[in-house]
């Protein structure tokens, strides 16, 4: 069939309704090729799509969903995409807010198509899981007012689609059906389209599909209401549809200017949706607010848009959308440790792997990905040098570095945008700037997740951690780059060291030479090398390869065991750096009372780091005798993190060396 209608489409004559369904079918049923279903969707674009042909397409994708309720007075808050503005995820944060305003939300989306960041791209830099099975959505609609429907998960079918979109990388008749398609089907609808002229066309879809109330908006450019202009209006309302155009004047909002209301990566567009919940008064709290409003007003909350941008505005000023932000963060978050506990090996590796399941599931995994890694020869390899322990007793750490080992087996080459830059970058030993400290030594952290946090954190602007940890004279730098748990990336690092001049620690899960030769590329000073991972002859290979690259390692370990492995490597006398983690591994908390007597273990002239743990200036007290203190969280989480990183340093300086 889509060969006919792709033949069809190209000479310009429109599919009908059957035929529109049957091509549809076949796509989702993977009976088309990628190079068919590419040239129908670039055939229907050049031709237009027609609102018979568009509700033959969302009929056969509403027959194949998977379906679940909504709760009475539902709405969704949705755009297209598509519209190339590079604004932040509008709809996602408006979301919050309607629902702390008292209308449950729907919210259906996908990852990121033809944007940066698509909206579970927004919950994942949140730490909140986007793809609950569907019964544990409904429980999310139905008690905690908001739930989000990813695509995949409901749209099982269109895995066949949905790499071939990706790759044409140019809006197509998708991105109109997606907000059409919430298998939820809420009565009340917020819908923004990128471009007016199918405005009307979704409206009538809208009200083929029974949908109670809608607005579909087009705002100066924008796939949802804008305050950079006017914004074209096409309501459904009591089966009636009627169009108008509102501007930002109308409810005493101030024009404002496209770059003020951009956003950009998920991480980024998460401290914008937490600016926006927490009040902060600029052009992306008015952009949300309008939209809020207007979601309040189709979902039948408000007499009109302006009445909703006040209980909008309410709902943030009074603290309850952020508050709702946070509820929904941890009340996802333990359907997803429930859920974890019983889900395949094979579905649990493809998730953001909870803390709990790192300690609980930690058994299957690490028999699973053994196995895997086992298949190739390099993968053997590089198990041959992993500790004993970490099989006999898997734990948090086994995971963490088989999930590594897959990573470096799946990559021909680690993805380096920089290395030229820094190949030839002066190096400051981490250990020379530690001993010239006044006091106690801090080095300073940057991650992008905390895995051992059931709080929701999103990551301060790394510049400014940047600029604080420089303006308040820390003595060195931690940049975590591990992908899969802490969300980390070698260019992260890479954006770190154009900033700052203070020596830097590339922190990874190190099990590979190849790994030590990425951090030297990206300018590193110092690599940590774990001991509780490696059996003792690939730590000595490990520090080897450093020292030839010119990187200082700092060994790190955990207890007596860990000590034990490390005074007796036969290249102990070149190392300088030992840090020494508070972190159970077994358990993920953290006691700082285990130093001193891991302290006492250590033999030679080394310099100690204390790891983990230090969360305000009393925990230094615990620190008598270290000659440095590696800080992450504490600084990062703080709501003021200059007052934070004051309060430690100042105190670290008044300490004896």
Same mark, same amino acid.
């Given at each position: 069939m889509i060969r006919e209608?792709?033949?069809?489409?190209?000479?310009?004559? $429109?599919?009908?309704?059957?035929?529109?369904?049957?091509?549809?079918?076949?796509?989702?049923?993977?009976?088309?090729?990628?190079?068919?279903?590419?040239?129908?969707?670039?055939?229907?674009?050049?031709?237009?799509?027609?609102?018979?042909?568009?509700? @033959?397409?969302?009929?056969?994708?509403?027959? /194949?969903?998977?379906r679940i309720p909504s709760p009475p007075g539902a709405v969704d808050v949705c755009g297209t995409g598509g519209d190339n503005s590079g604004t932040f995820n509008v709809s996602t944060v408006a979301s919050f807010v309607v629902s702390a305003a008292g209308a449950p939300v729907a919210k259906h989306g996908n990852r990121s198509v033809s944007s940066r960041c698509g909206s579970a791209d927004l919950l994942r830099a949140m730490g909140i899981p986007f793809d609950l099975d569907p019964p544990?959505?409904?429980?999310c609609l139905f008690e905690a007012d908001l739930g989000f429907l990813f695509a995949p998960t409901f749209h099982v079918l269109m895995k066949n689609v949905n790499s071939t979109r990706k790759e044409i990388g140019i809006p197509t008749l998708f991105n109109l059906l997606g907000?059409?398609?919430?298998?939820?089907?809420?009565?009340?609808?917020?819908? @923004?389209?990128?471009?007016?002229?199918?405005?009307?066309?979704?409206?009538?879809?809208?009200?083929?599909?029974?949908?109670?109330?809608?607005?579909?908006?087009?705002?100066?450019?924008?796939? !949802?209401?804008? /305050?950079?202009?006017e914004t074209i209006v096409v309501e459904l309302k009591e089966n009636k549809i009627f169009?108008?155009?509102?501007?930002?004047?109308?409810?005493?909002?101030?024009?404002?200017?496209?770059? !003020?209301?951009?956003?950009?990566?998920?991480?980024?567009?998460?401290?914008?949706?937490?600016?926006?919940?927490r009040g902060e008064s600029n052009p992306k709290l008015d952009l949300v607010l309008l939209n809020a409003g207007a979601a309040l007003y189709a979902a039948n909350m408000a007499e009109n848009i302006e009445e909703g941008i006040k209980i909008a505005r309410k709902a943030i000023i009074s603290g309850k959308a952020l508050s709702k932000l946070k509820g929904f963060h941890s009340f996802v978050n333990r359907l997803e440790v429930e859920r974890q506990r019983t889900m395949s090996i094979a579905s649990l590796r493809k998730t953001v792997i909870c803390p709990e399941s790192l300690v609980y599931r930690c058994t299957d995994l690490?028999?699973?990905?053994?196995?895997?890694?086992?298949?190739?020869?390099?993968?053997?390899?590089?198990l041959k040098g992993l500790d004993d322990n970490l099989f006999k007793s898997p734990g948090a750490l086994t995971v963490i570095i088989l999930t590594k080992i897959l990573r470096l087996l799946s990559e021909r080459k680690l993805n380096i945008h920089s290395q030229s830059r820094f190949n030839r970058h002066a190096r400051r030993k981490m250990?020379?700037?530690?001993?010239?400290?006044?006091?106690?030594?801090?080095?300073?952290?940057f991650k992008n997740r905390i895995p051992s946090s059931k709080d929701l954190y999103i990551p301060p602007e790394p510049s400014l951690i940047a600029e604080l940890y420089e303006s308040y004279g820390l003595d060195g730098m931690s940049v975590i780059v591990e992908e899969d748990f802490f969300f980390g990336d070698p260019n992260l690092f890479t954006f770190f060291r154009e900033k700052i001049d203070i020596p830097m620690l590339f922190k990874d899960f190190i099990v590979s030479e190849e790994q030590i030769r990425v951090a030297a590329e990206?300018?590193?000073?110092?690599?940590?090398?774990?001991?509780?991972?490696?059996?003792?002859?690939?730590?000595?290979?490990?520090?080897?390869?450093?020292?030839?690259?010119?990187?200082?390692?700092?060994?790190?370990?955990?207890?007596?065991? $860990?000590?034990?492995?490390?005074?007796?490597?036969?290249?102990?006398?070149?190392?300088?750096?030992?840090?020494?983690?508070?972190?159970?591994?077994?358990?993920?908390?953290? $006691?700082?009372?285990?130093?001193?007597?891991?302290?006492?273990?250590?033999?030679?002239?080394?310099?100690?780091?204390?790891?983990?743990?230090?969360m305000g200036a009393k925990d230094l007290e615990a620190l008598q005798g270290f000659d440095a203190a590696l800080i992450g969280s504490s600084f990062l989480t703080a709501e003021r993190p200059a007052d934070k990183i004051a309060e430690i340093v100042t105190a670290a300086r008044r300490m004896k060396n």
């Open positions: 209608a792709i033949k069809q489409v190209v000479e310009g004559y $429109d599919l009908t309704y059957s035929a529109a369904r049957a091509v549809m079918r076949e796509m989702m049923l993977g009976e088309a090729t990628s190079g068919q279903i590419a040239a129908f969707l670039t055939a229907m674009k050049m031709k237009g799509e027609r609102e018979h042909e568009m509700l @033959g397409f969302i009929t056969e994708m509403l027959d /194949n969903a998977v544990y959505v409904e429980r907000p059409l398609a919430n298998p939820a089907n809420p009565p009340y609808r917020l819908i @923004g389209v990128y471009k007016p002229s199918v405005a009307q066309t979704v409206a009538n879809i809208l009200r083929s599909l029974e949908v109670q109330h809608a607005l579909v908006v087009h705002g100066n450019g924008l796939d !949802e209401i804008t /305050n950079t202009g169009s108008y155009s509102i501007s930002p004047a109308e409810f005493g909002i101030d024009l404002a200017e496209p770059d !003020e209301i951009r956003g950009g990566g998920p991480f980024e567009n998460a401290r914008i949706a937490l600016s926006v919940l690490t028999v699973e990905m053994a196995k895997e890694i086992m298949i190739s020869e390099r993968g053997a390899q590089l250990s020379d700037a530690i001993l010239s400290a006044e006091g106690l030594a801090i080095l300073g952290e990206l300018g590193a000073d110092s690599i940590l090398i774990i001991s509780k991972a490696l059996k003792q002859d690939r730590i000595e290979a490990l520090i080897q390869e450093s020292i030839r690259f010119g990187l200082e390692p700092i060994i790190e370990v955990h207890d007596g065991g $860990d000590v034990e492995k490390i005074i007796t490597c036969s290249n102990y006398d070149i190392i300088r750096l030992v840090g020494i983690n508070s972190r159970n591994l077994q358990t993920l908390r953290t $006691d700082l009372s285990i130093l001193p007597h891991v302290k006492k273990m250590i033999t030679g002239d080394k310099l100690l780091i204390a790891e983990s743990g230090i």
